[in-house]
């Protein structure tokens, strides 16, 4: 694109007050207006055809692959051009609604160009295009380019809040601890013979080696690895809607990938399942501490949705895909008894062959409601429909726990930490 300038159309106006004050005095003077419009389109003419045509532009984009939410990061943008590179080159960066650019506008130094990129909200980011304009060489015209790029960036949950986290649960000695604790302890699997000393049990005794070696041995276990733990999010409307200032999806996921990075460390397989009106996201099981960050990146694909959570195909479907006794960790919200009833049915089948922990954020804003004193006739209202969905909200928990699902509920803040001491407290019973 090639437009004017300020000072072509301040020159072509500029004739217009001489030209009529020489036709007031002469009127034959009147055709020299034309003549100075005419000398300023063919001046502006020539400085669109000389210098740097956009032909000659090349624009080269250096960007993150991802950013997590709450962080920010530089994107470098390069201009080389055929020839001479021109003077007073202007960068600006169209990005899609989940990043902003800034600045806005700037002045490339060398053909080179910094711009920051912060994230606004979780999902696919995109850098859309990079425009970039100059001056020719008589100031007259602007040539701009732009030049469509549809960069993926992946803004991702916020994995610095999530590792903070995990480190400040568990430092490294002591999560060295709790692995050793569950690798070598009550467990199923043989790891080693051991000298008995004291007091010992005599179902662990192994009479035949002791007889070999002449010793009392005894057999030591280890808790088993490799466990499938299957984070099952519900990304329907209603975890949509903001608890404590974040969506129910945000916390949910920043919980799962919170007790991901642990199972990981602890020699578990991790996966991510979310759904609404239909599947939406299956990771696949992954193994390794390396695995966090291709699991941290494929959950940022779970979007926000505006539809209602089909329970019967999201769950059917899970169960479908795990072959093996898994623990599977469901993270979703009720609303009417109808979705309900529907979820309730959905989780009895799949309890009946796999361990089901049922994570319930607690609604402290609604039982601040329920139980502040009434000052009027609305606040009364508002106290006995709060009452009424808690009251709901419990019998659908005791339904679930009588179904032999486990439940968590904690406040939406710690449910993090919750996850985790349940998923511990599970591995250390062997229930998985």
């Known amino acids: 694109m090639i437009y004017p300038t300020r000072r072509a159309i301040f020159l072509a106006a500029a004739g217009a007050p001489p030209a009529l004050a020489a036709g007031l005095v ?11 419009v005419s000398l300023v389109l063919g001046l502006t003419l020539i400085d669109a055809l000389v210098g740097p045509s956009r032909n000659d532009a090349d624009l080269r984009l250096e960007a993150p692959a991802d950013i997590g939410i709450g962080g920010a990061a530089d994107a470098r943008v390069f201009a080389d051009f055929a020839g001479r590179r021109p003077r007073n080159l202007s960068l600006a960066v169209e990005t899609n609604a989940r990043l902003i650019a800034e600045p806005q506008r700037q ?9 920051s990129l912060t994230p606004v909200r979780r999902g696919k980011g995109e850098i859309s295009a990079l425009w970039l304009r100059w001056p020719g060489p008589l100031g007259l015209v602007w040539k701009q380019k732009r030049e469509r790029l549809a960069r993926p960036v992946t803004v991702t949950p916020n994995i610095a809040a999530i590792r903070a986290e995990a480190v400040r649960i568990f430092s490294r000695q002591a999560l060295a601890g709790v692995k050793v604790q569950l690798d070598i302890g009550d467990g199923s699997d043989f790891h080693a013979l051991k000298e008995l000393v004291g007091p010992s049990d005599a179902r662990a005794i192994d009479w035949k080696q002791s007889a070999k070696h002449l010793k009392l041995l005894g057999k ?4 088993e690895a490799n466990h499938p733990i299957v984070f099952a999010i ?11 200032g974040s969506p129910r999806l945000d916390l949910a996921l920043n919980a799962a990938l919170l007790a991901a990075f642990v199972s990981l460390r602890l020699g578990d397989r991790a996966a991510i399942f979310g759904f609404d009106s ?18 941290r990146r494929l959950s940022a694909g ?3 949705s505006p539809e209602e959570t089909n329970f019967t195909l999201g769950l059917t479907e899970l169960g479908v895909r795990l072959q093996r006794r898994s623990l599977v960790v469901v993270f979703t919200e009720f609303t009417d008894a109808t979705a ?16 089901v922990l049922f994570v319930v954020f607690r609604d402290e804003e609604l039982e601040a409601i329920a139980e502040r004193e009434p000052a009027s006739a609305e606040d009364v209202t ?5 009452a009424n969905l808690l009251r709901d909200r419990g019998v659908v928990i005791e339904r679930l726990r009588r179904l032999g699902a486990h439940i968590l509920d904690a406040p939406s803040a710690q449910v993090g930490p919750a996850l985790i001491s349940a998923y511990l407290d599970l591995k250390r019973k062997e229930l998985l």
Do not use: K
Not at 220 to 223: D, G, L, Y
Not at 234 to 244: F, K, N, S, T, V
Not at 340 to 355: C, D
């Open 26 to 36: 002469a009127p034959g003077w009147w055709a020299a207006a034309g003549g100075w």
């Open 107 to 115: 002045r490339l130094t060398d053909g080179a160009a910094t711009v």
């Open 220 to 223: 030591e276990f280890r808790a």
């Open 234 to 244: 519900d990304a329907g409307r209603p975890m949509c809607e903001p608890l404590g």
């Open 278 to 295: 239909r599947p939406r996201l299956y990771t696949g099981l992954m193994a390794g501490a390396p695995a966090f960050d291709r699991l």
């Open 302 to 304: 779970l979007d926000y």
């Open 340 to 355: 309900a009833q529907l979820m309730i049915e959905n989780v009895s089948r799949l309890v009946r062959r796999h361990l």
């Open 382 to 386: 508002r106290a006995v429909t709060a």
